[in-house]
């Protein structure tokens, strides 16, 4: 990806908000009432020019372009996962409670055998996915902050969830963070994919240690199904990707690629394509500023560094990524949706990789924390926060 690249795709978005905002008709991504039309001709691979079947939506309400039903709330929800084979939703609170809803019933019941946390600042129950086997065995990978004696660290844990009788058994931590003082940016988000466990584990607000490579923070990980050190990675460690700051968002495309959202300085949040050894450039580059406002290096094209496919200044705190692969929004498919949390938005990309663009984005008027596709093709939406709602999203009829 060149920076040149991503300094076009940047201009392209400014271009098309000034075109929105001076009612000029003059870009024809502008023409279109509805972001799911199916009678777009883009696809997946093709060119992100032009390629948009949606309006710049920007201030439209989530309800203004989807069909939106609510299920009901939680108390800050921070991942969900559907069970494959069953009919059931999982979903993990912050607090530490597990809780499997019922999609038929629309019953909550809450999972006991779930692990002591860590909840404090950002700590607490994390991400929650079904393992390969679910289907045969129940196997699920969960993550979760905890007490150290150093401070906290981040764990993966592998169970078996019994969804008759809701249930973990057999938990078994298989993976550990660096220890460090500190309540902020675990990440630690779970992906299972060609046959590895992906996960994000965030800098701990320390920066530096995401340019080292003895440890794992600020790093993106690929681990064997059982927690080991995957082989043939690039740096013969658990390590895949290094520079990264508080990455809470992962997915695969479809195509072969993973992505990641990641949280950064003001100004600075990003959307990377993963490349097996490469250094994403945190805290010696970033398109944003420090919190305090002093300066960090832009990403340009000499610094070795991997600079974001897509990025947002101003920020929006991208905390979950879904790339879509269902059949009920089909000129979707291969294409990214992003939660806001401070941007409380909803925010749709085209994808091609190593290209990424932002296509159009709705106002979720609260924060939004979990993204998950059902298995039909609606997308779901976890609201942060306490009694954040879980909402259903479908296209308008
Ligand atoms: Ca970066």
Aim: aromatic letters at 8%; hydrophobic letters at 35%.
């Amino acid at each position: 990806m060149s920076f040149f690249a991503v300094r076009l795709t940047y201009m392209r978005r400014i271009f098309a908000i000034a075109t929105v905002m001076t009612m000029s008709l003059g870009v024809s991504t502008c023409a279109q009432a509805t972001p799911f039309d199916s009678s777009s001709s883009s696809s997946p691979g093709s060119s992100l020019e032009g390629s948009s079947p949606g309006s710049s939506t920007s201030g439209s309400a989530l309800a203004d372009d989807f069909n939106l039903s609510e299920h009901g709330s939680f108390d800050e929800g921070w991942a969900m996962s559907f069970l494959p084979g069953t009919p059931y939703l999982l979903i993990s609170e912050r607090g530490g409670a597990l809780q499997l809803r019922g999609q038929e019933s629309g019953r909550v019941r809450q999972v006991s055998g779930t692990p002591e946390v860590y909840y404090e600042g950002q700590g607490g129950l994390h991400d929650v996915i079904p393992g390969p086997t679910f289907e045969e065995d129940g196997t699920v990978y969960l993550s979760w902050a905890r007490e150290h004696p150093e401070g906290a660290q981040g764990v993966v844990g592998r169970g078996t969830l019994d969804t008759e009788n809701a249930t973990l058994n057999d938990l078994e931590v298989i993976w550990e963070q660096a220890p460090t003082s500190g309540e902020g940016h675990f990440a630690l988000r779970l992906l299972v994919y060609d046959g590895f466990l992906h996960l994000t584990s965030g800098d701990r607000q320390k920066m530096s240690p995401a340019q080292e490579l003895d440890n794992n923070l600020g790093a993106t990980l690929r681990l064997t199904l059982d927690g080991e050190p995957a082989p043939g990675n690039p740096w013969d460690s658990e390590l895949w990707t290094i520079g990264h700051r508080n990455p809470l968002g992962i997915a695969a495309d479809g195509e072969g690629n993973l992505w990641v959202s990641e949280m950064g300085p003001r100004g600075g949040d990003e959307l990377n394509l993963l490349v097996e050894g490469s250094n994403y450039g945190w805290p010696e580059a970033s398109m944003g500023v420090h919190y305090d406002g002093s300066a960090i290096p832009d990403h340009s094209e000499e610094d070795g560094f991997q600079a974001p496919s897509e990025y947002w200044a101003p920020s929006i705190s991208p905390g979950s990524l879904l790339i879509y692969q269902g059949d009920l929004f089909p000129d979707w498919q291969g294409t990214a949706l992003v939660g806001g949390l401070s941007g409380q938005n909803l925010v749709h990309l085209r994808i091609d990789a190593p290209e990424a663009a932002i296509d159009a984005e709705w106002d979720a008027g609260a924060r939004v924390r979990a993204l998950a596709e059902a298995p039909d093709g609606a997308i779901w939406v976890l609201e942060d926060g306490a009694g954040g709602r879980l909402l259903e999203l479908r296209p308008q009829t």
